[in-house]
């Protein structure tokens, strides 16, 4: 009898489980797609003032069939002439509660915003309820279906200010840096950092992505200019770090340290040996044209 009870029970389970699987797979289906709202959902901060969307669209892509996950952009509409549209990227999941209840969670990448849901109804065009929003509790909303924004003349929000990723900031000057073919080494006369975001507008970890280093030589084999990536920059307790492609395509020894950036310079100190550092300040010049640069591939092959 144990046996049999046992059995029945086991089975209930994994009805109960398959069931909140189709829950989930449901609810994520029925949500994707393209969502807008007049809610003011999250506050930004600008300028040192407190402002709000007067229109968020959400677009919920989902993975595949079936899944209960998906990723997406959410786009925050402004009557601030300068801002305009913003856009983020977002995460977004579905889940069940032991009471069967379906939830609903979407998180803002750059910005760890996050709303969701447990409280809600939709259909084909409406979706409303009650949310919690970041520390705010049964915060009502309501959205209603739309097309899918148009990003291309959006601009990016980043981890506390606008970052103007559309527009590259470019800074030269001078940096100790050492190239050794052969049994010759060779030193710019002047270094070239372009990065696909800004410095000055970041204060978190940052990407590799279209970031380039430009070495104009006097006289050198390879001709009078080489590039190089940059490997990966990042800010750590308030010290942002540059690291830079060495000669054998790693980061190598090259990397500038305690970096301040304004809109003018870029200022800090540039590792050139153990133990050894030297300062640097790079002033803001014009973009570079980077598609005819050579590049210096491994073991001081010139390609």
Sequence with gaps: M??????ILAVMTAMTVFTSCEKEEQTAFDLSGNWETTDALFERQYKGRTIRPVKTVFSFDIDKKGSTVGEGVAVEYFDIPELAMLYHHIKWDTWSRKDGSVGFEVLLK??????????????????????????????PFSFKRTTAPDVSKARFWGYNELMPTWYPSTYKG????????????????SV???????????????????????????SAPWGDLLADSIRHWSIR??????????????TGDY??????ATPDSLVGDYFVETNVFTHFNLKRTTNPDWSTIKQWGILNRIR
Excluded at 175 to 180: E, F, G, K, P, S
Excluded at 237 to 250: E, Q, V
Excluded at 255 to 260: E, F, I, M, P
């Design 2 to 7: 144990r046996k049999i009870l046992f059995t």
């Design 110 to 139: 750059e910005t760890r915003d996050k709303f969701s849901t447990t409280e809600f109804s939709n259909d084909a065009e409406h979706f409303s309820g009650k949310c919690y929003l970041n520390d705010l509790e049964d915060c």
């Design 174 to 189: 001078v940096l100790d840096i050492r190239r050794q073919h052969g049994s010759v080494t060779y030193k710019p006369t």
């Design 192 to 218: 070239t950092i372009t990065f696909d975001v800004d410095p000055v507008y970041n204060d978190s970890h940052l990407g590799y992505d279209k970031a380039y280093v430009m070495e104009t030589y006097d």
């Design 237 to 250: 307790d308030g010290n942002l770090t540059i690291y830079l492609a060495g000669s054998d395509d790693t």
């Design 255 to 260: 990397y500038l340290s305690n970096v301040k």
